[in-house]
């Protein structure tokens, strides 16, 4: 990916506020080439570890650096790679044995490090024209096509994880990166000089209510997730309104939310704001502490806060982040499917009526910008 391009860009609409820095591994010491098998192979687990403590050692050098800038501006870490890409080269017990010998959990290496993660989808998925092998991409278009999609099943339950097909050029693709970089911080630039974002229809996602919960053996790879969200009250929002108790008490144009995620007994913790400007609706999203969630989760005591709890499947359809959530208090109960609106529901999937933007299912009803 050509990160240069991303952060210069991404830094161009307030170069005195914004500080991009591309952190590259390069692929001199990236996996490329390796391929595991354990029953010829039995060192190569430990090669997958080391990966993962590389990846770790060189990505804090950089989040040092950003803590220690003295220019008070917000700065912009891009990453090549990241802690999770190696465990798509061992099987799941291997993975887990990792964790456990280091003293890692998935929320910790996946969701707590990173706040937004990006998978373009190879060449060899849908673009196989544009597939060549070279010096340093020595897989065939069949092994290709397996690690892309092992690769993307590895941040598969990341809370910010956008999936970047091939239905475009790969400029295009380019822009649609710095689009979905630029949704996350909030930000209404998307690129500057020649790279000018293309005119064309945005997608969202769909929101539609289920007639009842699919069976769990249809998903295939899934994560699941245990999610709270409470509604807080926020002044620079000024989104109480106690007398509209059907909208959560809370305005049509701007939403705070404080979650707390939890993936067996691994919680993590974010405080994310919702914003719904004229053309688009922008998340902007923050991980933060359990002390830090505790100390602002005591501001829902003021009687204006909603606080309700959901349980969410995600899982990849066509190659894009799906999610079934199911509501698990109150006389909601109910399964609420998130999906990109250009594909199909899937087959084992029954669908009731759309239901996107319905406020009685906030925030799964919410239709949001995908790139």
């Given at each position: ?324 959530a199911y509501n698990i208090q109150g006389s909601l109960a109910t399964a609420i499917l998130r999906i990109r609106e250009d594909l199909v529901v899937p087959a084992f999937l029954t669908v009731s009526h759309?239901m996107t933007g319905d406020p009685a299912y906030f925030p799964y009803s919410l239709p949001d910008v995908v790139p």
């Amino acid at each position: 990916m050509r990160l240069s391009f991303v952060c210069k860009d991404l830094v161009g609409e307030k170069p005195r506020l914004w500080r991009g820095l591309g952190h590259i591994l390069k692929r001199k010491i990236g996996w490329e080439g390796l391929i595991y098998n354990p029953s010829n192979n039995p060192q190569s687990l430990g090669v997958v570890e080391n990966f993962v403590k590389t990846i770790v050692q060189l990505e804090n050098t950089f989040f040092d650096y950003a803590e220690a800038d003295a220019t008070n501006r917000n700065i912009l870490i891009v990453c090549d790679r990241g802690a999770m890409d190696p465990s798509a080269f061992c099987s799941a017990e291997e993975w887990s044995f990792i964790l456990t010998k280091n003293g890692w959990d998935m929320s910790q290496l996946r969701d707590a490090r990173y706040d937004h993660v990006i998978h373009m989808t190879s060449f060899a998925n849908g673009a196989e024209l544009s597939y060549h092998t070279t010096a340093v991409r020595r897989e065939e278009l069949h092994l290709a096509r397996e690690r892309d999609a092992a690769a993307a099943k590895a941040w598969l339950g990341h809370p910010c994880h956008d999936v970047l097909d091939n239905s475009t050029g790969f400029e295009y693709k380019l822009q649609r990166v710095l689009k979905s970089i630029t949704l996350r911080v909030g930000s209404k630039h998307f690129c500057t000089g020649q790279h000018t974002i293309l005119g064309g229809h945005l997608l969202k996602t769909r929101a539609f209510l289920l007639v009842s919960p699919p069976d769990r053996n249809k998903f295939g790879h899934y994560r699941d997730f245990e999610v709270q969200h409470n509604f807080l009250p926020d002044a620079s929002c000024s989104n109480v309104h106690a007398e509209d108790p059907g909208h959560y008490g809370i305005r049509s144009d701007c939403w705070t939310i404080l979650c707390k995620r939890r993936e067996a007994d691994q919680p993590g913790h974010s405080y994310t704001i919702l914003k719904r400007l004229p053309d688009e609706l922008v998340t902007i999203s923050q991980r933060i502490t359990s002390h830090q969630h505790s100390l602002l989760a005591g501001r829902s005591g003021g009687g204006h806060a909603h606080s309700v709890t959901w349980k969410e499947r995600h899982f990849l359809h066509s190659g894009h982040v799906t999610i079934v959530a199911y509501n698990i208090q109150g006389s909601l109960a109910t399964a609420i499917l998130r999906i990109r609106e250009d594909l199909v529901v899937p087959a084992f999937l029954t669908v009731s009526h759309d239901m996107t933007g319905d406020p009685a299912y906030f925030p799964y009803s919410l239709p949001d910008v995908v790139p």
